[in-house]
């Protein structure tokens, strides 16, 4: 099989780069898609990005991971800290991921420390800026034969 890498990222994160940099920094959503891209070439694998503000959107992506990837790398926004539709996606799917968040959401308001996916997450990279996608790609690589 493709050694391939499903991105995900969920609501809002389409206005990366155009507000709140002092907490998301300054760099696009095409930033992100191509910083992870090469981070991925680097360890062998390739990767297919998506972003929607919808939530069947990315379940329905999730769901056909299932097919031709090997591990999945999420920043699931929001729906971090209000979905079971997500959580039970990417467990059913059963392919190791990687929740990422850009900001420190330990640092934040209360209602961003809890995460319906920190159990059951392969890898979790949070407070990293952009930079935490590249460290999800390396350590998810490390996890998969
Ligand atoms: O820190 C992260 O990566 C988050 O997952 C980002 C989510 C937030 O709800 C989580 O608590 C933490 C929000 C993404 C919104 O992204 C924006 C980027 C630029 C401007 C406005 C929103």
């Known amino acids: 099989m493709t050694r391939r890498i499903l991105l995900v990222n969920g ?14 920094g300054t760099a696009t959503l095409a930033d992100v898609e191509r910083l992870t891209a090469e981070a991925a070439a680097d360890v062998g694998f390739e990767v297919r990005a998506v972003q929607s503000n919808h939530e069947g959107v990315l ?29 039970d996606a990417l467990t059913g799917v059963a392919l190791p991921f990687a929740e990422v968040h850009i900001s420190d959401v330990y640092a934040r308001e209360e209602f961003r420390h809890h995460s319906y996916l920190h159990d059951v997450a ?16 390396r350590q998810l690589a490390a996890l998969i034969p």
Not at 11 to 24: H, I, M, Q
Not at 66 to 79: F, H, K, Q, T, Y
Not at 122 to 137: H, K, L, P, T, W
């Open 11 to 24: 609501p809002n994160l389409n206005l990366l780069g155009s507000r709140e940099p002092e907490v998301y």
């Open 122 to 137: 392969a890898v979790r990279v949070i407070g990293e800026g952009v930079d935490g996608y590249a460290s999800a790609v």
């Open 59 to 87: 379940i329905d992506a999730i769901h056909a991971a299932r097919e031709d990837c090997v591990a999945i790398i999420i920043n699931p926004g929001g729906l971090t800290h209000t979905s079971v539709s997500l959580r």
